[in-house]
């Protein structure tokens, strides 16, 4: 089993910043790709962006490219979303996930990724 805790989320005035962290343990000995989603109120859950286990694919959906930026550290099983320029409708639950690939590339589909985390608050204020 594994698992994922997410943190930095909460409240931030609208251009502003946050940076939301996730960690994984438990059996996360192979390689996987991680992956942001989020959630609004009222809305279906969405892809926000995700890292290949090198970290060297990204993707990102259109609603935040140039905007927010997805890392991960392996040495400490854990990724990042750096979130820059916050807008009101970023507003939303935002779950880390991990999908175990074969190859170093991701996936945006969320039926795809094999653990979530429990979601942490992000809401933006106009």
């Known amino acids: 089993q594994v698992q994922l805790v997410e943190s930095g989320g909460g409240l931030v005035q609208a251009g502003g910043s946050l940076r939301l962290s996730c960690t994984a343990s438990?059996?996360?000995?192979?390689?996987?790709?991680m992956g942001w989603f989020r959630q609004a109120p009222g809305k279906e859950r969405e892809f926000v962006a995700a890292?290949?286990?090198?970290?060297?694919?990204?993707y990102y959906a259109d609603s935040v490219k140039g905007r927010f930026t997805i890392s991960r550290d392996n040495a400490k099983n854990t990724v990042y979303l750096q979130m820059n320029s916050l807008k009101p409708e970023d507003t939303a639950v935002y779950y880390c996930?991990?999908?175990?690939?074969?190859?170093?590339?991701?996936?945006?589909?969320?039926?795809?990724?094999?653990?979530w985390g429990q979601g942490t608050q992000v809401t933006v204020s106009s």
């Open positions: 996930a991990l999908d175990y690939v074969t190859r170093d590339y991701v996936r945006v589909t969320d039926r795809e990724y094999d653990y």
């Open positions: 438990g059996r996360t000995f192979t390689s996987y790709a």
């Open positions: 890292i290949s286990w090198s970290g060297g694919n990204t």
